[in-house]
């Protein structure tokens, strides 16, 4: 099956894992999506991840984090669309809940956190919000 966007697909899947209280959730592999599982590890919004080598397509199994069976993920936004890209500078990079959540953007760098992207004086495209 073919997915229009498959950054919303994932966001969407890892939604839906955490209202089900699903400890882990498969997204399809990608480069883009596995730049976004190595950021959320990274900033402690999931607890690991692993990537499976499967032959009719390879996957990305994200294990949930919770803490006293609250998520460490509250909500996810996509803001960039397929239909409508949004890009910022270094200056327009957004403070997601007052530096609570995160902004993921798309850079000459790769993909990276708004906080460093602010600190490598770069600004991209604005894939999405993670608090």
């Known amino acids: 099956m073919t997915v229009t966007d498959p950054i919303a697909d ?6 839906n894992a955490i209202m089900a209280n699903h400890d882990d959730v498969l997204v399809p592999s990608s480069r883009v999506k596995l730049s976004i599982t190595k950021i959320l590890k990274e900033e402690n919004f999931i607890d690991r991840y692993e990537v499976l080598k499967e032959k ?3 996957m990305i199994k994200v294990h949930l984090k919770y803490t006293d069976s609250q998520p460490a993920i509250l909500g996810l936004e996509r803001v960039s669309k397929p239909g409508l890209r949004v890009y910022v500078g270094r200056h327009e ?5 007052g530096g609570l959540g995160i902004a993921i953007l798309s850079t000459p760098k790769g993909i990276i956190t708004g906080q460093k992207a602010w600190q490598y004086r770069l600004g991209g495209e604005l894939l999405c919000y993670i608090w």
């Not at 994932?10 to 939604?15: A, G, P, Y």
């Open 10 to 15: 994932m966001l969407t899947r890892i939604r």
């Open 93 to 97: 990079i957004p403070r997601v809940y």
């Open 56 to 58: 009719p397509e390879p």
